[in-house]
């Protein structure tokens, strides 16, 4: 499966930005899909991660209550909600995607995931 993230750009604290994540390929919805972030001179680290059926979500403990991971099976398409930005939410978004055999498994360490898109820029401006 191929991904390809969209939606980055400059937003001040407070504000919102939607990232969107295509894939092509393959039947999107047999994946498990996550988003992780990276910011300059960090390691990868993870966002949320959300089922193939779409009922199970996982969320950082940083990003909680302010962001959203949805998906879009007809659409092939995985979205990430982000509200109440901080400055330190500022990093390069990526998206990946998993092949899974539940409809309700998810995942968070990273090495799990086989198919990576490319990031996506977010900065948030204090």
């Known amino acids: 499966v191929q991904l390809q993230a969209s939606g980055g750009g400059l937003v001040q604290a407070g504000g919102s930005l939607r990232l969107s994540c295509a894939a092509s390929g393959r039947t999107f919805s047999i994946y498990v899909m996550g988003w992780f972030r990276q910011a300059p001179g960090k390691e990868r680290e993870f966002v949320a991660t959300l089922s193939r059926n779409g009922h199970t979500t996982y969320y950082a403990d940083s990003v909680k209550g302010r962001f959203t991971i949805s998906r879009d099976n007809a659409k092939a398409t995985v979205y990430l909600q982000m509200d109440s930005l901080k400055p330190e939410d500022t990093a390069s978004y990526y998206c990946?995607?998993?092949?899974?055999?539940?409809?309700?498994?998810?995942?968070?360490?990273?090495?799990?995931?086989?198919?990576w898109g490319q990031g996506t820029q977010v900065t948030v401006s204090s």
């Open positions: 990946a995607a998993k092949y899974a055999m539940g409809e309700y498994d998810y995942f968070v360490n990273s090495n799990e995931y086989g198919y």
